[in-house]
Structures are given as C-alpha cells and as structure tokens.
Antibody, heavy 120, light 106 residues
Framework: QVQLQESGPGLVKPSQTLSLTCTVSGGSISSGGYYWSWIRQHPGKGLEWIGYIYYSGSTYYNPSLKSRVTISVDTSKNQFSLKLSSVTAADTAVYYC????????????WGQGTLVTVSS | DIQLTQSPSFLSASVGDRVTITCRASQGISSYLAWYQQKPGKAPKLLIYAASTLQSGVPSRFSGSGSGTEFTLTISSLQPEDFATYYCQQLNSYPSFGPGTKVDIK
C-alpha cells in the first residue's frame, strides 16, 4: 500500500520561501511510471494543482505559479520536495502531495495534507 | 487553460436519493476526467477516472459518464457516508479541478 506523508514548517513569514517534503513509502519513486504532484487547497476553497515531477527530474508547473515554484526529487530518500518563493498570505493553504500513474491521468494516492500559514 | 464548472454548487438530499452532479469543461477533454470525494479535514479520494471507470474499492452506487465537454457523476442511492464535497478534475492539459459540489443532508 503506497503512502505519502508531507512534512515541513507550518508557519512561514511573508516574502520567504515555503519548503515542504513528501516522503513516499510502499513504493519506489525511481520505479518510473508515475508523476509526483503538489496540490494545495486554500481554507474553505477548492483544489489547485501546483506542479509535478517525474523520477528523472522532469517537471511541469502550473503556469500561474511557475515563476515561484521549484519541485525536486531525491530518489535515494524516496522523497520529492516543493519550494515556493516570495510567499504572501494568499499562499496560506493545506498542501497535499499526490501520485499520478502516467496512464491514469488522475491522482490515486494522496498524503494527509499539511497546513502552511503565511504570517509575520 | 481548460476551465471546469460544476452544477449544482450545493445539493441537499436524503438517504436513498439518486444524486447527479454535472461537470462541464471549457473545451473538449476527451474522457480525461476524474471525480473525487472529500470529507472535512481529509484528502480527496479518487472515485472515478477516465470519465466512467470506477476506482478499485469504490462502491458500485457511484457511476460516471460523459465525454468531450459534459460529464456526470451519479450516486444511485445516497448513503450516510456519502455526504461530502465532490470535485471533478481534468488532465487533458495541465491538471485542473472544478469548484466542487457540496452534498448535504436534507
């Protein structure tokens, strides 16, 4: 059973960089065949896809966030990470990591989510 | 950008009711549409992918249909555990989600 777990600071100051890590268990990122995504949900609102990475390091970002987002992968630790720069209060959200099989075009496994608040 | 709209945005129903939610795409997305259920404080759960294929373990009272720009999610007989918010999602281009439909108890 694949499991994903987000970790990182729950509070980030405005203008700083938000950094989160997703640890994958029950399956290997480097086995290929899956995209590994970050998705966020503003409080009481809908879902917004941030971007994804393939095990090879290829990335694809939401155009609306592309200038501030970096997603990276560490296959030795079976982790992938999100960095979002120059954050504002509008980046306060629950951040999820999720898996997409390349053939499925949907998110079949999700982490539990972690709330990140941007505040001074 | 492909925009998704859902209707209704809110639905009040009783246990045993048949419920239908519609998702419309701003341009054709073939059958690259998925449906999710989300309960408060939890991550979304995949119900249906490829417009009509039931994810493993999902009860058969859930079904999906459609292609192109119009899709539906149907719950044939609403159960107490089905009261939640439902989202559609497309992956024809970069992924995007609909705004959600909250199903509440009448």
């Amino acid at each position: 059973q694949v499991q994903l777990q987000e970790s990182g600071p729950g509070l980030v100051k405005p203008s700083q960089t938000l950094s989160l890590t997703c640890t994958v268990s029950g399956g290997s990122i480097s086995s290929g065949g899956y995209y590994w995504s970050w998705i966020r949900q503003h409080p009481g609102k809908g879902l917004e896809w941030i971007g994804y990475i393939y095990y090879s390091g290829s990335t694809y970002y939401n155009p609306s966030l592309k200038s501030r987002v970096t997603i990276s992968v560490d296959t030795s630790k079976n982790q992938f990470s999100l960095k979002l720069s120059s954050v504002t209060a509008a980046d306060t959200a629950v951040y999820y990591c999720a898996r997409t099989p390349r053939w499925l075009r949907a998110f079949d496994y999700w982490g539990q989510g972690t709330l990140v608040t941007v505040s001074s | 950008d492909i925009q998704l709209t859902q209707s209704p945005s809110f639905l009040s129903a009783s246990v045993g009711d048949r419920v239908t939610i519609t998702c419309r795409a701003s341009q054709g997305i073939s059958s690259y549409l998925a449906w999710y259920q989300q309960k408060p404080g939890k991550a979304p759960k995949l119900l249906i992918y490829a417009a009509s294929t039931l994810q493993s373990g999902v009860p058969s009272r859930f079904s999906g249909s459609g292609s192109g720009t119009e899709f539906t999610l149907t719950i044939s007989s609403l159960q107490p555990e089905d009261f939640a918010t439902y989202y559609c999602q497309q992956l024809n281009s970069y992924p995007s989600f609909g705004p959600g439909t909250k199903v509440d108890i009448k």
